[in-house]
Nanobody, 118 residues
């Protein structure tokens, strides 16, 4: 069973920064894989924040472009999300996900709370 362990959430003031990390218990270096982050605010659906494809291309939600940066380490099998210029609207539970390849199930972390408030 693949496991994803997230860390780095917390409370931050508007304009501040946080860095989320996710450790995956499997090799994430396949060209067919995707890793990334979703978030879910209270009463809302889970939505994509950012993802990296197996060839290293990054995709961001419009709401976070220019503020968030996703990165991965295929040696340590980790995926990180650097979040800058945080806004109250960024408040949500953030979930790490890993899609090994088409035809295999996707895997999710347990979620980490990010709260942006003064």
């Amino acid at each position: 069973q693949v496991q994803l362990v997230e860390s780095g959430g917390g409370l931050v003031q508007p304009g501040g920064s946080l860095r989320l990390s996710c450790a995956v218990s499997e090799d994430i270096g396949s060209i067919y894989s995707r890793v990334g982050w979703y978030r879910q605010a209270p009463g809302n659906e889970r939505v994509l924040v950012a993802t990296i494809t197996g060839i290293g291309s990054s995709i961001y939600a419009d709401s976070v472009k220019g503020r968030f940066t996703i990165s991965r380490d295929t040696v340590k099998n980790t995926v990180n999300l650097q979040m800058n210029m945080l806004k109250p609207d960024d408040t949500a539970v953030y979930y790490c996900y890993y899609a090994p390849r088409p035809g295999r199930e996707d895997y999710w972390g347990q979620g980490t709370q990010v709260t942006v408030s003064s």
